[in-house]
């Protein structure tokens, strides 16, 4: 049995600095843009993909802090998955139906353009709307039902050839009471292929817990950072994500466990 990881990078420059809610004032752009440069160097030694979920603006033709088309050619010229963290981070849960078309569209047709490539993987902005129980909901700006329901979500991804879409799955009671991390089988839904995230954002014990659960089972493990914070302290500094790779080498040396991007699923 082989287990699989997908590594996601929610890449967003200033626009997300702007937006940030618990870490607002503590990050820029240009740490983004500083500590993805880094982070490409580090990937590229290990020889090991990862999934950028970037902010379409991002790709536009501009300046630091805001822009950065050449690094988003970069990862994708250094065989990195460049997908879609929508245009303009936007908060799904509020937003109508015909936003949600013109974010996911718009975000697609730049990074296409940078890229020179498809753009098939999809990331919400805050992990929102959250799955839970067939219903579609949202908790960091508001607290209720999202107004955008996941199945409307992920037939919008079909209609524009998104493939693949990490969906937070809430469970409350596992992670948060039990505090269990595990991984998941990948599910397909109306032609888009559902990644669930299996832990919050960093590389600490949930991140090796869900790694080894994919080991065992064969399931798909996702752990996902924000490049800009591998220069702070904590579950996503650079410290905790080496220590990470170190714990999978021996896995992937040994075939128990392949790195994968969210396009390959
Ligand atoms: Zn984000």
Known sequence: MVGKLVIYWDYELQTGADQAISTKGKWDGNDDYKQTEKLLNVLNERGIKSTFAVVGICGLNGELPYHSPEQIKKM???GHDVGSHTFNHEYLPGISLEDLKK???KSKEVLEKVTGKKVVSFVPPHNQPLEFYGLSIELKKRKGISKIKQK???????ELK?????INHWTPFR????KRFRSYNIRRKNGVTLINVCCADGFFKPAFDVVKHAVNTGNVGVVYGHPWALGSL????MEAFMKFLDFLKPLIDSKKLEIVTAKDL
């Open 152 to 158: 409307d979500l992920i037939r919008i991804l079909r």
């Open 76 to 78: 994708s010229d250094f």
């Open 234 to 237: 904590g579950a996503q500094s």
């Open 103 to 105: 974010t996911l569209r």
């Open 162 to 166: 998104y493939e693949n879409y990490r």
């Open 175 to 178: 992670n948060k009471i039990l």
